[in-house]
């Protein structure tokens, strides 16, 4: 699972380069210099990690609690080891993507 994980947002974000090349393009035609462009976009990347992150614990933790606590004589058992592995991998892998492709911006 943790395989498919990376090699999904792996392969995923590969393909941002070339709207990122626009991006950067515009940032420095306003006078940023490229690398505080590239530091930006590295930023962008990891605000959009921590966010989507925080939302997607919160959306799928809090109904699940509240279902559960619905149901009577139920225990709820989360396996936090995988569920952490997993997202441990999912940011892994997000960032060498975002820097991947950052990096990539220096062709």
Known sequence: MALLALTTVLTALRGQTRALKTYIDSLIALGIPPSWGRHIIL???ALLLGTAT???LFIAIVPTVALATRIPD???SIPWG???LLLATLALAS???ATRSTLALRR
Request: hydrophobic share 60%.
């Open 95 to 97: 960032v060498l993507a």
């Open 82 to 84: 995988q569920m952490s």
């Open 43 to 45: 930023w962008q990347y």
């Open 74 to 76: 139920f225990q709820l």
């Open 54 to 56: 925080l939302l997607g």
